[in-house]
C-alpha cells in the first residue's frame, strides 16, 4: 500500500460509450461525416493506459494529442500499433526539434498535424518542412470570445494563455498562401477549458469556432477536421450541478448531441461540407478505470477524561496563582449553576492561565496535565468536544492527490470493506508527510469528515479506504515528496479463469 487498481475494461467502456454518443448524434440528425476522438497524452502518460487506449480505439481511428517533445515520442511509438487513419495532434509550444519530430512522424506514415499556439511557429513549421521535404499538415488554435468562467476556464476567452486572434489567424493564411501551402491548413482547434459545466456553454463555444472554421474554407484553407478540445465534464461529486468545478449537469450523450446539432446548424446556414469532429477528452475517457487503495494504520483516540475528584480539584486549585484559582472557582459555581456556555469561557481562561504558568516554570508538567483534563472533561459533559478523529494513511497527498493539495480538488473517498457495518465514527485522513498540508479534511458534499469504521483486531487491525476518479491527472503530477517513491500498479481484466477475472 498504497495501491492502484486499473481495470483496463472500464477504460474500453468510456472509449466506446463516447464512440456511440457521437455516431448516435451523428446518424440521427444527418451529420454528413464521422467523428474521431483522441486522447491527451498527459492526463495519464502510464505506457499500458496509453496502449490500451489505441489498442481498444483502433477500430474507432481513435488517435493521441501530445503537448511536448517526450509526449509525441511516446505517442508516435504507440500509434504505430494503431489505426492507419488515426489524428497525432501536436499541441504545444514548439522549437525545431519539436517541429521536426513531428514532421517525421508524417514520414512514418503517421497522421500528425502541428497545431500553431503561436503564430511566430508558421515560420518555424514552413522552414522545417521545406528542408524535411515533407508537406505538413497544420491546424491552428483559435482564441475563442465563448469563456468558460469556472476554475479551469484561465485557458479561455481573448486573454487565454494559447491560441490566435482572429487578426493573427489573418496573417497566418496570408502567409500560408504567399508560401503555396493554403492547402495545408486543414484542422481548426480550441479549448473552453477543463470541467466544462454545461452543454449550452460547449455548443456556444462550438458554433463561434464553426463560424470560423467556415471562413477558413472561404478563404481557400483546405480544412477538414475541427477539433473542440477537451471539456467533457465529470461529475466528482454525484450532485450533476453546473455551478461546481466538481461535476457537470450533462451526460455524454447529450454533450455529444449539442456538438454535433451547433456544428450542423452553422453548416447547413452557410451551405459548406461538414467537418470531421475530433474531440480531446482525456480526464472523460481515463478517471474511472483507476483506484487508489490506501491503508489506514491507526486513528487519533479521544481524549478519555474522567471527572475529577473534588479532594484532586482542590488540591490542584491551591497550586494555581491569583488569577488562575479565580478562574477554577468560576468554573465550578457555573457548573452547579447549570450555565454552560459561561463554563466553557471559565474553561479556557483557565487553560490559558496555566499555560501562562507553565512557561513561567511555576507549574509543572503533570499539574498542566491534570487542568487539560479537567477542561476536556468540562467540553465533553457539556456536549462540545471535537468528535473527529484523525486517521493516519500510508500515503503521501502530495504524490497521490496533488490536486487536492493543489486547489481543494474533492474526489469521492469510503472504504473498501465491512460494508455491512454501520461506521460509528468521524474522521479526517492524514497523510505520512511531515508536512502540515498532508491531509484530506473536506470531502464529497460540503462534509469536513467522513463517516468512518473503529479501527479494530477482526481485520489485523487494518483498515482500506479507496479514493476513486483518479484516474487523470493524479499519478501524472504526482511527485517524489518525501522519497515515498510511486504506488503499486495492478491490472484487473476479465477472463475466462474459474473467477472470471486475471
Not at 48 to 71: H, M, N, Q, T, W
Not at 130 to 147: F, N
Not at 389 to 408: A, K, M, Q
Request: aromatic share 8%.
Amino acid at each position: 500500500m498504497p495501491l492502484v487498481v486499473r481495470f483496463p475494461d472500464v477504460l474500453k467502456n468510456r472509449l466506446e460509450t463516447l464512440q456511440s454518443a457521437f455516431d448516435m448524434a451523428i446518424n440521427s440528425q444527418g451529420y454528413e461525416v464521422h467523428y474521431q476522438g483522441v486522447y491527451p497524452v498527459k492526463c495519464n502518460q502510464d505506457r499500458f493506459v496509453v496502449e490500451d487506449i489505441v489498442k481498444f480505439g483502433s477500430p474507432y481511428r481513435f488517435g493521441l494529442e501530445a503537448g511536448s517533445k517526450s509526449e509525441l515520442l511516446l505517442a508516435m511509438n504507440c500509434l504505430s500499433k494503431g489505426s492507419a487513419d488515426a489524428l497525432l495532434v501536436c499541441n504545444g509550444f514548439k522549437d525545431t526539434e519539436y517541429i521536426s519530430l513531428a514532421l517525421v512522424a508524417r514520414k512514418l506514415l503517421l497522421n500528425s498535424v502541428i497545431v500553431l499556439e503561436q503564430e511566430e511557429e508558421l515560420d518555424l513549421v514552413i522552414d522545417i518542412s521545406r528542408k524535411m521535404s515533407v508537406r505538413p499538415v497544420i491546424g491552428l488554435r483559435a482564441k475563442l470570445r465563448t469563456k468558460h468562467s469556472g476554475h479551469f476556464g484561465s485557458t479561455s476567452g481573448e486573454k487565454g494563455k494559447f491560441g490566435l486572434t482572429t487578426t493573427q489567424i489573418l496573417r497566418v493564411l496570408k502567409k500560408l498562401d504567399e508560401s503555396g501551402m493554403l492547402d495545408c491548413l486543414q484542422l481548426l482547434h480550441f479549448h473552453i477549458g477543463s470541467q466544462i459545466p454545461t452543454s449550452e456553454l460547449l455548443a456556444d463555444g462550438v458554433g463561434e469556432a464553426t463560424q470560423i472554421y467556415s471562413e477558413l474554407v472561404r478563404l481557400g484553407a483546405g480544412m477538414k477536421f475541427i477539433d473542440i478540445g477537451g471539456g467533457l465534464g465529470i461529475d466528482y461529486d454525484g450532485s450533476k450541478s453546473s455551478n461546481s468545478d466538481v461535476s457537470a449537469c450533462y451526460s455524454i450523450e447529450k454533450n455529444a448531441s449539442a456538438v454535433v446539432q451547433a456544428d450542423l446548424y452553422v453548416c447547413d446556414r452557410k451551405g459548406g461540407k461538414h467537418p470531421v469532429i475530433c474531440s480531446e477528452s482525456g480526464r472523460a475517457i481515463v478517471s474511472h478505470h483507476s483506484i487508489l487503495i490506501f491503508e489506514t494504520g491507526s486513528a487519533s483516540t479521544s481524549h478519555v477524561s474522567t471527572q475529577p475528584s473534588s479532594g484532586g480539584l482542590q488540591s490542584l486549585v491551591e497550586t494555581l496563582n491569583g488569577d488562575a484559582r479565580a478562574d477554577s472557582r468560576n468554573l465550578s459555581a457555573a457548573a452547579v449553576r447549570g450555565e454552560y456556555d459561561t463554563c466553557l469561557i471559565y474553561s479556557d481562561q483557565l487553560k490559558q492561565r496555566c499555560v501562562e504558568q507553565f512557561k513561567d516554570g511555576s507549574l509543572d508538567i503533570e499539574q498542566l496535565a491534570a487542568v487539560d483534563s479537567i477542561c476536556d472533561w468540562v467540553s465533553k459533559a457539556i456536549g462540545v468536544a471535537d468528535p473527529v478523529r484523525t486517521y493516519h494513511v500510508n500515503l503521501s497527498v502530495f504524490t497521490s492527490i496533488p490536486d487536492f493539495w493543489g486547489f481543494s480538488q474533492l474526489f469521492p473517498i469510503v472504504p473498501i470493506h465491512r460494508l455491512d457495518e454501520k461506521p460509528t465514527m468521524r474522521g479526517i485522513l492524514s497523510d505520512l508527510t511531515c508536512d502540515s498540508d498532508g491531509k484530506v479534511d473536506k470531502f464529497i458534499g460540503g462534509e469536513s469528515s467522513l463517516p468512518l469504521h473503529e479501527i479494530g483486531s477482526g481485520d489485523g487491525g487494518r483498515y482500506y479506504l479507496g479514493m476513486f476518479l483518479g484516474g487523470a491527472y493524479e499519478e501524472a503530477l504526482g511527485g517524489l515528496h518525501n522519497l515515498f517513491g510511486g504506488p503499486s500498479v495492478v491490472r484487473v481484466m476479465q477472463s475466462d479463469s474459474p473467477h472470471s477475472f486475471a
